[in-house]
């Protein structure tokens, strides 16, 4: 059976047309249009019945971290049947990584005609595992924290997105002065496994299986797109003032030697949080942080992804 998941409510694209499309690709394919738990919670528990060779989603990076966040909680993770991401919603960086950004309806047609003559293009992909103290755990692919996250945030709520979303969310950063706002560093001790943080407090960081989390955004330079051993880590101690002036070319991986930037892979990270309030930012959802609570990111398991585009390696 193959299953198609669609969010009426993911973002600008027609969910009518992409549901004409999946209901007509095949006579095996349960098509579910809906955002809600409750259903989603159904369809993992008919699962059982009914295993899922390919569970398609129409939505955007919300909609798959919500379904792995359900999986999550029924205890399920290790079952997730292989999944393709279809880029129909508002963020799309999970589908445009591993299968592009082209119309989600002409992606369904040419990728579902393939997976029926038998074409299994998939990859082992490590998620990630978000516990904070009084928050349900969240699953999904990438996770911001400090800065990045601060500043994803006012990202999320602008009017305009991509590089427009990013000059115009620095720009106002800037003239507003809130650098010691956004750039507060994370000053509890921040552990990793395996090894040691070598910074003395992180200003902003990025855990994520993919290097990128909205277009613009490469700070993994020189690693494999996807991950295989873990998450690619990117850690700042950047002071405030620097951190504002050089946060772009940060993310877009210019400062890779620079001794205030460690990278890395890791299977977990953790810290308390300090005397105020915080967020982390998975798959452009925030989780709020309360003063004191403590914060775990880590591998939750590997999942099966379909990968269409081609995947660069390293330079």
């Not at 991401?85 to 082209?102: D, F, K, Q, Y």
């Not at 002071?239 to 890395?264: D, E, I, K, T, Y």
């Amino acid at each position: 059976m193959l299953v198609g998941l669609i969010n009426p409510a993911a973002g600008r694209v027609s969910a009518v047309e992409l549901a004409h499309v999946l209901a007509s690709s095949s006579p095996r394919l349960r098509l579910v249009m809906s955002d809600q738990p409750s259903d989603i919670d159904a369809l993992i528990r008919s699962l059982n019945a009914v295993p899922a060779e390919l569970i398609v989603i129409g939505g955007g990076d919300g909609t798959l971290c919500n379904l792995l966040t359900r999986f999550d909680a029924a205890g399920r993770l290790d079952q997730v049947p292989p999944l393709l991401a279809l880029p129909a919603g508002r963020i799309n960086t999970i589908a445009s990584a591993l299968v592009g950004s082209e119309h989600p309806a002409r992606l369904a047609q040419r990728i579902l005609l393939a997976w029926t003559r038998g074409v299994r293009r998939l990859q082992r992909v490590p998620i990630v595992r978000v516990r904070v103290d009084g928050q349900p755990s969240r699953v999904g692919m990438t996770a911001s924290i400090g800065a990045v996250a601060r500043i994803h945030a006012d990202y999320r709520q602008g009017p305009y997105m991509g590089v427009t979303g990013v000059g115009l969310t620095l720009t106002r950063l800037a003239l507003q002065r809130l650098a010691g706002d956004r750039f507060a560093p994370i000053r509890g001790k921040v552990q990793i496994e395996p090894g040691l943080v070598h910074l003395p407090v992180v200003t902003a960081g990025v855990l994520s299986a993919l290097p990128c989390f909205f277009k613009i955004v490469k700070p993994f330079p020189g690693v494999h797109s996807v991950a295989v051993d873990g998450l690619h880590m990117a850690l700042s101690a950047l002071g405030p003032m620097a951190s504002q002036a050089a946060v772009l070319g940060m993310v877009r991986g210019n400062l890779s030697n620079s001794p205030h930037l460690q990278f890395g892979t890791v299977q977990r990270l953790s810290w308390r949080n300090g005397s105020r309030p915080d967020l982390v930012i998975l798959d452009g959802e925030p989780i709020e942080v309360a003063p004191h609570a403590q914060v775990t990111i880590e591998v939750a398991a590997k999942i099966r992804m379909v990968v269409w585009r081609a995947l660069p390696r390293p330079g």
